[in-house]
């Protein structure tokens, strides 16, 4: 019944930054936790951070602490992702992803968007 929409895909050059949004629709939205993934082409989708919908420490994977920082908007049901100093390897479709049982990589997804393509150039 909810519905999750990304946006804030680009190309941006090795270093920059950019912002990903992950908008909720449906009137059944209540998650315990959100969570952003990506998947590179011919490699595993991976859990890159996670957060609480209550609040809490964030989760995020060793490959992008410090560098990537997750947060959410009640007002708006809505997911960022800021990616800061960003890196060839960073080059994937992102998907947001929402889970009713909690966060982290040993939840549960079930409810996915579409993906927003993230090129780093070198």
């Known amino acids: 019944q909810v519905q999750l929409t990304e946006s804030g895909g680009a190309l941006v050059q090795a270093g920059g930054s950019l912002r990903l949004s992950c908008g909720a629709s449906g009137r059944t939205f209540s998650p315990y936790g959100m969570g952003w993934f990506r998947q590179a082409p011919e490699k595993e989708r991976e859990l890159v951070a996670a957060i609480s919908w209550r609040g809490g420490a964030p989760y995020y994977a060793d490959s992008v602490k410090g560098r990537f920082t997750i947060s959410r908007e009640y007002a708006k049901n809505t997911m960022y992702l800021h990616m800061n100093s960003l890196k060839p390897e960073d080059t994937a479709v992102y998907f947001c992803?929402?889970?009713?049982?909690?966060?982290?990589?040993?939840?549960?997804?079930?409810?996915w968007g579409q993906g927003t393509q993230v090129t780093v150039s070198s």
């Open positions: 992803a929402a889970s009713d049982r909690g966060y982290g990589p040993s939840v549960l997804y079930g409810t």
